[in-house]
């Protein structure tokens, strides 16, 4: 799938999927990076070592700083792929060099499947097909 | 995207990684919005300042920033900070936030950012002109520098605001370029608006409708800068309005076409149900007000009122540290503490950590304020009149 390049870089990790919006700032724990947000799809997940699949980020624009604290304290996610453009995690993901991919149709990525993401020529590819 | 060669040196490196780091993320951000190059900048107001909303990760990538030897080209201002950076003891701040709160201070001094923290700097000396590109972060003085001033920005975030200030250049689209800066909607204003609160009122409920849109008044009878202040404050925050233009007042409003623009009326029943919508309590322990940062003849005006009395209730008045230091000298601090109130610097009480301070009920005369205290601060909120307030209307007897 060829989405366009937001952070440039490349990774390898099974997807972690998230069909709802992420919002970073009071959402995911930056020093455990496990999704906090009561309710969630993904609440209770780490997203260590990930590649994080999701629509778009939400809410504060410290969020970014979140991502970073991620990356800082060794439990990023391996790669980002969204769907949507968004400053938010953009801005997270080129500050915290994690490679991200967005504008890709995340409808046909699911949690498990092994995913290869060549985000500096922003595109991804299924390896291993989960189930 | 077009780089000049200075921009070009930063992208490439040969400025050092960190500046790389930021030159890319504005790039990235400018393409993803569709600019093709970048518009040098005169000053930034940085947002994302108080430990309540930068928490750890925040404090520790400005850390980060600061011992990487970064330096902002641009002059910078900054939002206010969770607390008054003198008096946290006597507001009641907890110390675990203090210190916090201190090292991003320091951080911010180091990156040769102004450490007095405000949201209205265009009281306390940063004052871009009209035309002026500027790259500023928080919504009422985005509001304010574009509408009120004539100056031009987006409303940047926190961290895209910094990126601006290291590199001296914002991405060009948006509100910079004049095609934006038209009005969609006009709002015929058929309800009286004369004081400071009734202009937070129209703003919350014209923000709601028109959302990021740009909407140009109609029958406003010449507001004060202080009324525009508290107007596009609302709007900000419960729509995304980053430019209104008013009849008349404005510095854009001549230039614009409004034929032909669908129309909004605000007619007198709304606005009055606003300051119920807006309420969701009939007590409140503590006033608050200066929801953008009070102005020096806004304290005056209150020291008028309170002057002699005992208030039923304290006080807050939330202001810059510069405008705090002209009401002492002008004997007005003195006044309004007789009162039982107290003018507070550096902060406001959205960004406090009030709910870690014993306060769960506040009485404010500001629509954005009364937006957000319930989510920031878990607040429930008495939305009045200042003079109401100030005859103890809401307050315990």
Known sequence: MTGRSVSPGRASGLALVSPAPIGFYGGVDARTGVVIEVGHPLEGRSVAGTVLVFPCGKGSTVGSYVIYGLKKNGVAPCAIVTAEVETIVATGAILADIPCVDGIDIGGLRTGDRVEVDATAGTISVTDDHG | ?397
């Not at chain 2, 919005?33 to 107001?45: D, L, N, W």
């Not at chain 2, 928080?138 to 509408?147: G, P, Q, R």
């Not at chain 2, 003849?297 to 039923?312: F, N, T």
């Not at chain 2, 957000?372 to 003079?387: E, I, T």
């Open chain 2, 1 to 397: 995207m077009r780089l000049t060669a200075e921009q070009d040196l930063m992208m490439s490196g040969a400025h050092g990684s960190v500046l790389q780091r930021q030159m890319r993320l504005l790039a990235r951000l400018g393409t993803v919005f569709g600019a093709t190059e970048m518009v040098p900048i005169h000053s930034v107001q940085v947002s994302g300042v108080s430990y309540k909303s930068l928490g750890d990760p925040g404090l520790e990538f400005l850390e980060d920033l600061a011992s990487q030897g970064a330096r902002v080209r641009v002059a910078t201002t900054l939002n206010p900070a969770g607390m008054d950076l003198h008096d946290w003891r006597e507001m009641g701040v907890p110390a675990d936030f203090a210190e916090k709160q201190l090292r991003i201070m320091a951080a911010f001094r180091a990156l040769g950012i102004s450490a007095s923290p405000t949201c209205a700097p265009y009281l306390t000396g940063n004052v871009p002109r009209a035309g002026e590109h500027v790259a500023w972060a928080e919504s009422s003085a985005v509001s304010y520098a574009n509408s009120v001033l004539g100056a031009r920005t987006n409303r940047e975030g926190g961290p895209s605001a910094l990126a601006a200030a290291l590199c001296g250049c914002t991405p060009k689209h948006g509100l910079h370029l004049s095609e934006n800066r038209q009005p969609h909607v006009v709002v015929e204003v058929a309800a009286k608006v004369t004081d400071n609160a009734d202009f937070g009122a129209l703003g919350y409920l014209v923000g709601k409708k028109v959302k990021n849109r740009v909407p140009y008044f109609r029958g406003l009878e010449v507001p004060r800068n202080d009324d525009l202040k508290a107007l596009g404050a609302a709007m900000a925050a419960s729509g995304a309005v980053a430019l209104f233009h008013v009849e008349g007042v404005t510095p854009e409003a001549g230039d614009v076409d409004v034929e032909d623009l669908p129309a909004i009326v605000v007619p007198q029943e709304e606005l009055d149900a606003t300051y119920q919508a807006l309420s969701s309590t009939e007590e409140a322990q503590l006033i608050v007000v200066g929801c953008p940062h009070a102005s020096l003849s806004e304290i005056a005006v209150i020291a008028e009122k309170v002057r002699g009395r005992r208030l039923a209730a304290p006080l807050w008045i939330c202001t810059a540290r510069a405008t705090k230091d002209e009401a002492v000298q002008l004997g007005l601090d003195e006044v309004i503490q007789a009162a039982g109130g107290r003018i507070v610097a550096d902060t406001c009480m959205v960004v406090s950590p009030l709910e870690r301070m014993g306060v769960d009920a506040t009485a404010v005369t500001s629509g954005k304020a009364a937006s957000y205290l319930p989510g920031f601060c878990s607040q429930r909120v008495l939305f009045r009149r200042l003079d109401d307030l100030l005859r103890g209307g809401g307050m315990p007897q």
